[in-house]
C-alpha cells in the first residue's frame, strides 16, 4: 500500500470475519484495503492437514461454520458448499485409556461408556435449548435485542417448553440444568462443552459468563 494510495476502510486481518466485513464495504461502494501479513486469508477457517500421516483437511479453530448464515453468503455473493456430517463429536472415556469414547450422532454410543441411561436425557436437554434458539436465530442479523424483548418473542413462538428453557438457559447458572438432566461426567463434559468454549468459565458461576455461548 503506498504513502498515497486513498481508503474508506483498511481492515487489519485478514481472518473470516475480516473478509466479510470487507465484502459488505465493497459492496456498498467503498474503498476497502485488507492487510494480512500471512501468505494466506481466512483465518482459523482456512483448511489444512494439522495431524501428520493422515490425509486430511479440516480447520485447526474454525468448527461452527453451522453459524454461518445463509443470508450472508447471499449478501456479499459467496459460493460455499457445506456438506452436513452423520456426527455431531466423538469423545474419547479417559475412564479406559480412550479405548472407547462417546459418539453423538445418528447412531450415538451412550451405552458405550455407561451412560445408556442419559441418552433420553441428553436429548431433551436439547430439545428444550431449540425453543430458545428456533425463534432466537433469525434475529441474530438484527438490532440487539433487550432481554424482556427477546423473552417475549421466544414465549410468543409457542413451544410449551420455552419458559423452562428460557429459565435454565438464561436466568440461572447452566451447570444446574446439564447435571438434572444427565448424571455421567462425561455426558456433563460433553455438553458443558458447548456452553463454556470461549468464555473461561465455570458452569456453576453466579455471573452467568458461562452461559452466554
Same mark, same amino acid.
Given at each position: 500500500?503506498?504513502?498515497?494510495d486513498s481508503f474508506d476502510a ?95 450422532? !445418528?447412531? &450415538?454410543?451412550?451405552?458405550?461408556? +455407561?451412560?445408556? /441411561?442419559?441418552e433420553r436425557g441428553f436429548e431433551? @436437554?436439547? *430439545? ?52 438434572? !438432566?444427565? &448424571?455421567?461426567?462425561?455426558?456433563? +463434559?460433553?455438553? /458443558? ?6 468464555? @473461561?468459565? *465455570? ?11
Amino acid at each position: 500500500m503506498g504513502t498515497g494510495d486513498s481508503f474508506d476502510a483498511v481492515v487489519v486481518g485478514g481472518g473470516h470475519n475480516a473478509l466479510v466485513a470487507a465484502a459488505y464495504l465493497a459492496r456498498a461502494g467503498r474503498r476497502v484495503r485488507v492487510l494480512e501479513r500471512l501468505g494466506a486469508v481466512g483465518g482459523a477457517a482456512v483448511s489444512a492437514r494439522p495431524f501428520e500421516g493422515v490425509d486430511a483437511r479440516l480447520s485447526r479453530y474454525a468448527y461452527l461454520v453451522s453459524l454461518l448464515p445463509v443470508r450472508i453468503l447471499r449478501d456479499i455473493g459467496a459460493t460455499v458448499r457445506l456438506a452436513p456430517r452423520q456426527y455431531a463429536s466423538y469423545t474419547p472415556d479417559p475412564a479406559d485409556h480412550a479405548r472407547t469414547g462417546l459418539l453423538v450422532g !445418528a447412531q &450415538s454410543t451412550f451405552a458405550a461408556v +455407561g451412560a445408556g /441411561g442419559d441418552e433420553r436425557g441428553f436429548e431433551e @436437554f436439547y *430439545r428444550r435449548c431449540r425453543a430458545l434458539t428456533k425463534p432466537l436465530w433469525p434475529t441474530l442479523l438484527e438490532p440487539l435485542r433487550t432481554r424482556s424483548v427477546a423473552r417475549d418473542h421466544v414465549l410468543a413462538a409457542g413451544h410449551p417448553g420455552a419458559a423452562t428453557a428460557w429459565s435454565e438457559l438464561i436466568e440461572q447458572p447452566l451447570g444446574r440444568a446439564i447435571t438434572a !438432566a444427565v &448424571s455421567s461426567d462425561l455426558v456433563r +463434559g460433553v455438553m /458443558g462443552t458447548d456452553a463454556v468454549i470461549g468464555t @473461561f468459565a *465455570r458452569l456453576g458461576e453466579d455471573s452467568l459468563d458461562q452461559n452466554v455461548c
